[in-house]
């Protein structure tokens, strides 16, 4: 319910945007045991890094503080939620950036948010984020915004096997995943980890469909998984199967592996709501780092 509520603040914000006028906003309300830094193209840093009790506002006209009251305090508890905005509409045109949101965790729990980006039109685009975390956790979002209403605005969660592995841990521990569905897709993580290692591609695809096979035949039944559970790992692995089978043309076989491999994908969230009549299809990139 409180979600729907800041949803419904936001939108009535950017409600003021005017029908072809450049009014160029970024909003986010994420609540949860976490705080957040939003990094820009520059470097630059808003929010507030709970590992360091760091405050940032470098980036300009920007804020970050509580999702209700109008503080600016981070430190301020009166509210769940924490804000991150811009202070003026950004009327140029040709504005464009690219941010990363850090979501670090305070405590085990679960995180929820929305994230409205507008460029002209009522009432922008809509994205909701959800997410499980843990103390000193963190799981990066980035945004792709530009007030050029032809350049379509995303929010793509970023899912690497760390993460991968750190999400399931986590429904494990809030009760979001049961034994002994828990031990099945903790398997299922070691042999996609070990077939990267080999670069066996194929095989690593065809293990993350037995991971969702898994999910699937859990599905409905809420003392093996939770539907929070069930759409958090789901994800992840949608994603990284996605990912990877884009790229598959693109991997050799031959490649010597490093005995630690990262899949990253980079893929758009795929419950992003729109709220214009438009169609955007999904993007999707792989990076494949070795240590």
């Known amino acids: 319910m409180k979600s729907r509520l800041v949803l419904a603040g936001l939108m009535v914000l950017f409600s003021q945007s005017c029908l ?13 045991p976490v705080q957040y830094v939003v990094t820009d193209s520059l470097g630059r840093i808003t929010g507030m890094d709970p590992r360091t009790g760091q405050e940032y506002d470098e980036i300009p ?4 503080g509580l999702g209700c009251c109008g503080s600016v305090d981070p430190g301020d508890t009166l509210d769940e939620t924490s804000e991150f905005t811009f202070l ?8 464009r950036e690219k941010y990363t949101v850090e979501v670090i965790g305070t405590g085990l729990g679960m995180y929820t948010g929305v994230v409205i980006l507008s460029q002209t039109k009522f009432p922008g685009y809509g994205f909701e984020v959800k997410g499980v975390i843990n103390s000193l956790q963190t799981i990066f979002y980035k945004i792709t915004y530009s007030t050029d209403s032809t350049q379509i605005p995303t929010l793509r969660k970023v899912v690497d096997t760390i993460t991968f592995r750190q999400d399931l841990n986590n429904c494990y521990h809030l009760n979001l995943v049961r034994s002994p569905v828990y031990e099945n897709l903790a398997t299922e993580i070691r042999k996609v980890d070990s077939l990267l290692a080999l670069g066996d591609t194929l ?11 898994l999910l ?3 599905w409905g039944d809420t003392t093996k998984i939770m539907p929070d559970g069930y759409k958090i790992l789901k994800e992840d692995a949608s994603m990284l199967i996605t990912a990877l ?26 419950r992003r709501r729109k709220f214009t009549s438009e169609s955007v299809p999904p993007k999707r990139t792989l990076l494949l780092l070795s240590s």
């Open 88 to 95: 003026d509409a950004v009327s140029s045109p040709t504005f």
């Open 245 to 270: 089978n884009a790229w598959r043309g693109t991997i050799r076989q031959s490649t010597t592996w490093s005995n630690t491999v990262y899949v990253v994908a980079d893929v758009e969230i795929t």
């Open 20 to 32: 072809g006028q450049v009014r160029g906003l970024v909003g986010m309300n994420i609540g949860g």
């Open 203 to 213: 095989g690593t695809i065809r293990e993350l469909l037995q991971f969702e096979n």
């Open 216 to 218: 699937d035949q859990a």
């Open 61 to 64: 006209n920007t804020a970050y």
